[in-house]
Nanobody, 118 residues
Framework: QVQLVESGGGLVQAGGSLRLSCTVS????????MGWFRQAPGKDRESVAA????????YYADSVKGRFTISRDNAKNTVYLQMNSLKSEDTADYYC???????????WGQGTQVTVSS
C-alpha cells in the first residue's frame, strides 16, 4: 500500500519560513518523480515545485521561484519543500504527489495546511 504523509505545515508570519516534509512508503522512491501542489480556498490546485527521479532536475512555479526549494533524500524516502520569505498568498493546503518517471501523478498525500499571516 502506497502512503504519502506530509508534515511541517502551520501558522507563520509573513516573511517567515517553513519546511514541509513528505515521507513515502510502499514504492521504490528513487524511481518516482515527486511534486508539491497547493490549493487555496476557492482556487484550483496548482503545481508549486517538482523534482525528478532519482533527483536533480527541478521545476518551480513562477510565483515561488527564488523563495521555495524542493529537495529529496532517497535514503529516507522523503521529499522536502523549504519555503522562505512566505507571503499571505502562499496560504493553502499543500500536497505532495508521486509519479513513476515522467508519468502522471497518481499517488497523493492527505495534505498539510500552511497559513501565512500578514
Amino acid at each position: 500500500q502506497v502512503q504519502l504523509v506530509e508534515s511541517g505545515g502551520g501558522l507563520v508570519q509573513a516573511g517567515g519560513s517553513l519546511r514541509l516534509s513528505c515521507t513515502v512508503s510502499g514504492l521504490t522512491f528513487s524511481s518516482y518523480g515527486m511534486g508539491w501542489f497547493r490549493q487555496a480556498p476557492g482556487k484550483d490546485r496548482e503545481s508549486v515545485a517538482a523534482i525528478n527521479w532519482p533527483g536533480g532536475s527541478t521545476y518551480y512555479a513562477d510565483s515561488v521561484k527564488g523563495r521555495f526549494t524542493i529537495s529529496r533524500d532517497n535514503a529516507k524516502n522523503t521529499v522536502y519543500l523549504q519555503m522562505n520569505s512566505l507571503k499571505s498568498e502562499d496560504t493553502a493546503d499543500y500536497y505532495c504527489a508521486a509519479r513513476y518517471r515522467l508519468g502522471s501523478y497518481v499517488y497523493w498525500g492527505q495534505g498539510t495546511q500552511v497559513t501565512v499571516s500578514s
